[in-house]
């Protein structure tokens, strides 16, 4: 049950619940962390079945956008919503301008995004009522897909651990298991491809399937189960999260794992056995990132060159990472959450905590209008 003790131990700012039974609107926003800036972090659309579900799940996701945001180097703070509906019938225009009104009621201390169940299109609705909104299509001056984005930066996550590993930053030659050919894994294939990496992959998507062999032409296909067997230097999970689990980690050939899903390890202590196993384990919540950085640039005006230069950095802060991982001794997944804190702290020690419309203002797209005002 949600009670302010969670709210006091796990560190959340403020939690909105938002209702309009015009349309039927529930949704609540969680803003977790708001030192180094406004908290940004997409809406989820999901059939939660109940309230304590939707709630305990906007409070993991939101927290999760704090750190992600910190280690990645934005000025940024950790936020999250959750729209509780059907996607497949709950969806409506009024629902996403609605929802658009009472994100702006916040007055930019939360900004949003796609994330499951949310399109372009949704967002779009919510660009109608309110500035605070990343994710809008090209045509309105915002970044359009970021899986292109997000594909690089795992990318450059994998070249850092081959670095680690084996003393070279270049693929060439590598034998990668890609689980998932979805939107972010294509990119990501036809980057190893064309950088001289052997990929073998799976999905269960046809379609997916097709497009992926189009883009990685001597990608070889295997089945849904064996990608975990597949004898690779490299395993990267692009499709679901908690891959990493204790039915497949002695099944598990490579000496790297690392991938755009979220949440790899089903449990913390996956880490620690890969660890022992001397797998390395790419920092995912960094290297997934490119994404949210590149929706982020939106408010100063987006541009590839930016996007690109910023996604590329996520080279070093993996090394860094793995270099704290070494010098303290610890698995590479509470390295990653000591370099976010360490720089949350410093920051909160100088400025103090993120108050408000001020620095909320600053964040507002240089002379872009909502929808309705255009
Ligand atoms: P997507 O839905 O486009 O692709 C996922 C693919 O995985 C689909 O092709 C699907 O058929 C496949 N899949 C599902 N279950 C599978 C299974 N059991 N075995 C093999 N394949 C399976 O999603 P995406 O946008 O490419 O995102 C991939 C992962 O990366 C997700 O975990 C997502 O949360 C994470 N992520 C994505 C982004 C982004 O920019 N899109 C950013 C950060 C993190």
């Not at 939707?54 to 409070?59: E, K, N, S």
């Not at 939101?62 to 969806?91: E, H, R, W």
């Not at 690109?308 to 959450?337: C, G, H, L, W």
């Amino acid at each position: 049950m949600f009670d302010f003790e969670t709210l006091y131990s796990e560190g959340h700012e403020e939690v909105v619940f938002f209702s309009d039974p015009s349309c039927n609107l529930k949704a609540i926003v969680a803003i977790h962390d708001t030192t180094l800036g406004p908290a940004l972090g997409g809406t989820r659309m999901w059939p939660y079945a109940s309230m304590d579900e939707a709630v305990t799940d906007v409070l993991r996701l939101s927290k999760g956008m704090t750190y992600k945001n910190a280690v990645s180097g934005l000025n940024l703070g950790g936020g999250k919503a959750v729209i509780i509906g059907d996607p497949q019938k709950d969806k409506s225009e009024a629902l996403f301008r609605s929802y658009g009104k009472f994100i702006e009621s916040l007055n930019g201390r939360y900004i949003t995004a796609e994330d499951v169940n949310i399109g372009v299109e949704d967002i779009e609705h919510m660009f109608t009522e309110t500035n605070y909104v990343t994710g809008v299509s090209q045509t309105h001056g915002g970044s359009g897909n970021p899986s292109p984005y997000t594909a690089r930066g795992v990318f450059r996550g994998i070249e850092a651990s081959c670095t680690q590993v084996f003393g070279e930053r270049s693929v060439k030659d590598k034998v990668v298991a890609l689980q998932g050919a979805g939107s972010v894994g294509r990119y990501l294939g036809e980057l190893l491809y064309k950088s001289g990496a052997k990929v073998f992959f799976t999905d269960i998507n046809k379609k997916n399937i097709e497009l992926f062999k189009e883009m990685v032409p001597n990608a070889e296909l295997v089945g849904v189960d064996d990608i975990y067997d597949v004898d690779c230097d490299i395993y990267a999970p692009c499709a679901l999260g908690a891959t990493v689990n204790d039915n497949t980690i002695e099944r598990l050939k490579c000496k790297i794992v690392a991938g755009a899903a979220n949440n790899q390890l089903a449990e913390k202590r996956h880490g620690d056995i890969l660890k022992e196993k001397g797998v390395l384990y790419a920092p995912d919540y960094l290297i997934n990132a490119g994404g949210v950085m590149n929706v982020s640039i939106e408010f100063e005006g987006w541009s590839d060159t930016k996007a690109t230069r910023m996604v590329d950095t996520i080279y070093d802060t993996t090394m860094k990472i793995f270099q704290i991982s070494e010098e303290q001794n610890i698995p590479v997944y509470k390295a990653t959450d000591v370099l976010a804190e360490s720089r949350l702290t410093s920051i909160k020690n100088i400025q103090g905590k993120y108050l408000g419309s001020n620095q909320a203002k600053n964040h507002r797209f240089p002379g872009r209008k909502t929808l309705a005002e255009q």
